[in-house]
């Protein structure tokens, strides 16, 4: 028999799953905070995973998903312990904001402080009483605010455990990026949990195929790590995700209306036209010029820019032509209206 899983005070006994309210700091109104926590602690031994959603507190993709992930049957045969927290970040969430109150970034301030900012405090209890006890993670995000990403993975992938977690997930796209300081990935990192991440959609905005993307990019890893049982093999010929070699950002070369040519997941080429920047009456036209082949893995959505603001995100490949063939077949399977799969649930439009 297994020892029972401790977290937030509560003792979550093996075979049991519990719900838990993490207590964090109150609001000045006096009013009690707490971040919910959902454990599923299986009978048998296994990797401890968690799940962790809404760290920037607009980015509401990663809840939808664990919600779906915690409703998958089997789970009921779970061989290890997941932690899943949908909302990380409560008072971003409440407030559709990215940061918390004190307007800091919570996955810039990991391991956080027991004495430090609101933001360090929050950031030290997560990281404690959630990461520290796990020996896995994937974490969900999306594009900031009007900006939308194509469904990819992040990763150092310099790191063994890393990698395997990362081609498992078999999103169409795997970024290979270094670390930055501050972030959970870092921090984990820094305490020897493998951690991915997972970049769909947008901020504020539920996408139904970025969501079904990442359910099944979980489920995958989970299989993976031996957590749940594997399926059966498939006829479909299975597509590998891609590694950017490296990715680079097209700025606005002038501040105007953007008119967008080229779509998410599309193959660009170096020199080719993406979008115009216009003043509002036509007069004045500049192109929007790939200055690389690759794919867009990322774009803004709001057609008002500013000179220098971020535009599309494009990724290089060694063959995108092949890539481009491989996000049709992603789009294909994720794609309620062709997916041949039976339905759990009616898909989000």
Known sequence: MRNPFEIG???????????????????????????????????????????????????????????????????????GTLVAVPVVNIQGFISHSRYLPDRRDLNRSFPGSVEGSLTARMANIFFNEVVAKCTHGIDLHTAAIHRDNFPQIRANLSDPEIDRMARAFNAPVIVDSKVANGTLRSAASKRGVPVIVYEAGEALRFDEVAIRAGVKGILSTMRELSMIARLKPSKKK?????????????????????????????????????????????????????????IIIGRTNIPLVNEGEALFHVARFKNS?????????????????????????????
């Open 321 to 349: 032509e092949s890539f481009a063939e491989s996000v049709e077949v992603f789009q294909d399977e994720m794609d309620p209206a062709t997916d041949s799969s039976p339905a759990i649930e009616p898909p989000i439009v």
């Open 9 to 79: 005070g509560v003792s979550v006994s093996p075979g049991k799953q519990v719900a838990i309210d993490l207590p964090i700091p109150q609001l000045y109104t006096h009013n009690p905070m707490s971040c919910p926590v959902y454990v599923i602690h299986g009978k048998k031994p296994g990797p401890t995973l968690f799940l962790s959603g809404a760290i920037h507190g607009d980015e509401i993709i990663g809840v939808e998903i664990i919600r779906r992930v915690l409703n998958v049957k089997s789970l009921l045969k779970l061989k």
């Open 238 to 294: 299975k597509v590998e995700p891609f590694v950017a070699l490296s990715s680079t950002w097209l700025r606005a070369p002038s501040s105007g209306i953007l008119r967008v040519n080229r779509t998410l997941g599309a193959k660009v080429e170096k020199g080719e036209t993406l979008g115009i920047v216009s003043d509002p009456f036509g007069s004045s036209e500049v192109l929007v010029k790939s200055q690389t082949s690759g």
